[in-house]
């Protein structure tokens, strides 16, 4: 009988600009003030990328960081997968110059593209490689320059999004690990928010955004992952020791947490000093935070197309 093989967490890393913008900065040159984009949001701060940054040197920094805390030499990966929304160049995939910048010369290496949720999706792609015994070490990174993407004139969405990177090693195991990931997909919600081209042919835009239809949909479709998780996994609530979700908005985490039961001391709370950084926010969240070996760990985001997801891991 051949062995059944399991994804675990070797390591995480993240990477951050060095510079950060408070909302007091921003409100000198945008109509807004701290007091509403704290209340409305819970976010304090984000940091913001040089000229000289890009999606590739922060993915890079958090994945050499994730590998060092996993003991993991950079020769020995098999797979490098990067979720971004803001690869430096449509072409080629941004995860291949990470894959040169770390010298993981025998990696594959490529991009996903699904907004928010793209560490929860490229991490279930990277769980069933391992499970299946292809792979036995792969890097799944989540790099992001929002501030390259948003309208800096528009305070609706700039004062909401931050730069960044964060990254796990997945490794090998004959332990238990990811024990489950759920990914969902409503194209219907595809121009909720979107980055509008159409009047700049080949050129970067920028963000458009229905706020008020993310926020109820995002509460409604993550509080019905994390239900399909715990189902699935024969769990309860009261079995999860930590609640990670997408950092999008503080008002929207606190009302899953409530919704399900969630006591706020498992949840964990990083929009205050990161903002939104779409695919890395939950990697960087993990970076943060102190997991302990055998923890519970349930992950969950939504973000734009609709894409959403869920993943239940035993660390
Ligand atoms: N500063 C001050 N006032 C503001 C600002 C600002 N930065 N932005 C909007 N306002 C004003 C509006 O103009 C409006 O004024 P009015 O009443 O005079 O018209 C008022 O504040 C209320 O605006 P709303 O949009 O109704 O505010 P709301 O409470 O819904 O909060 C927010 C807006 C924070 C955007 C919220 O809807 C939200 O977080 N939605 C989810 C967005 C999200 O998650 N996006 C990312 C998805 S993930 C991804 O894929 C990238």
């Given at each position: ?21 408070k ?6 040159t ?11 949001t819970?976010i304090?701060?984000?940091h ?22 996993a003991?993991?030499a ?7 997968i ?5 690869p ?7 995860a291949?110059?990470?894959?040169h ?5 025998k ?17 279930s ?6 499970k ?6 792969v890097l ?5 320059l ?10 609706s969405?700039?004062?909401?999004f ?13 332990e ?11 194209g219907?919600?595809y ?10 042919k ?5 963000i458009?955004?229905?706020g008020?239809?993310?926020?109820s949909?995002?509460?409604n ?21 930590w ?9 929207i ?6 919704k ?12 205050n ?5 779409s695919?890395a ?5 993990l ?11 349930i ?17």
């Open positions: 009988m051949s062995a059944t093989f399991w994804s675990v967490i070797g390591g995480c890393g993240m990477s951050l600009p060095n510079k950060v913008i909302n007091n900065d921003l409100a000198e945008l109509d807004t003030n701290d007091e509403w984009i704290r209340t409305r819970g304090e701060q984000r913001i990328a040089s000229q000289s940054d890009s999606v590739a040197l922060l993915g890079t920094n958090a994945a050499n960081n994730a590998l060092l805390a003991k993991v950079a020769a020995d990966v098999d797979m490098i990067l979720a971004t929304t803001s430096d160049h449509f072409m080629p995939a941004t291949t110059k990470i894959q910048q770390l010298g993981a010369t990696a594959c290496a490529f991009d996903i593209q699904a907004v928010c949720s793209g560490f929860i999706y490229a991490l792609i990277a769980d069933q490689f391992i299946t015994g292809a792979m036995s070490n799944v990174i989540g790099a992001e929002m501030s390259r993407m948003v309208d800096w004139n528009d305070r969405t700039c004062v909401l931050g730069d960044g990177a964060g990254a796990v090693l997945l490794r090998r195991s004959l238990p690990g990811i024990l489950s990931t759920h990914l969902f997909t409503d219907a919600g121009d909720m928010l979107f980055v509008d081209h159409s009047d700049e080949f050129k970067r835009g920028k458009v955004m229905n008020r239809a993310i926020y949909t995002a509460i479709v993550m509080e019905s992952s994390i239900k399909t998780a715990l189902t699935h996994n024969n769990l309860n609530i009261t079995d999860i020791d609640f990670v979700a997408h950092q999008a908005n503080k008002r985490i606190d009302s899953v947490s409530t399900l039961g969630i006591p706020s001391e498992k949840t964990v709370v990083t929009i000093s990161y903002a939104n950084t695919a926010t939950i990697p960087i969240s970076a943060v935070t102190n997991i302990n070996k055998g923890d519970l760990v992950l969950s985001a939504m973000g734009a197309g609709y894409a959403w997801g869920s993943a239940a891991i035993r660390w």
